[in-house]
């Protein structure tokens, strides 16, 4: 009998998730997205610094193909912060702060992902 109350309410649960879904215009769906790669991102970029709790962020946006791109400012190894610095996310082992190449190699990457 439990089961199948769990598997009822289960299912209407699904139903009215599926109704608020439909629901959405594409505009709302495209801003649940772009927020969804851009949480994403900036777990990514916390993986890379050392202290991820203290790490800010500004001018996020999505780039081409989808890479969240933004700046970041995090704490150095004497905690002060750095400074803010560019960032690219594309994966977890694909992310890339300026700190971490050549400018010249940053910057190609940045104009190939972001621009």
């Known amino acids: 009998m439990r089961l199948a109350t769990t598997i009822a309410a289960l299912a209407g649960l699904t139903a009215l998730a599926a109704l608020g879904a439909c629901g959405k215009t594409a505009e709302q769906k495209q801003q649940e997205e772009m927020a969804t790669l851009t949480s994403l991102g900036e777990k990514y970029v916390r993986e890379k610094v050392l202290e991820p709790n203290q790490a800010r962020f500004r001018n996020q946006f999505i780039g081409k193909g989808g ?15 750095i400074g803010f610095q560019r960032y690219i996310s594309v994966a977890r082992d694909l992310t890339l702060l300026a ?15 972001c621009r």
Do not use: H, R, T
């Open 67 to 81: 890479a969240p791109c933004g700046e970041v400012n995090a704490k150095d190894a004497f905690g002060g912060y």
């Open 99 to 113: 700190q971490d190449v050549s400018p010249a190699e940053f910057e190609a990457q940045w104009q190939q992902l």
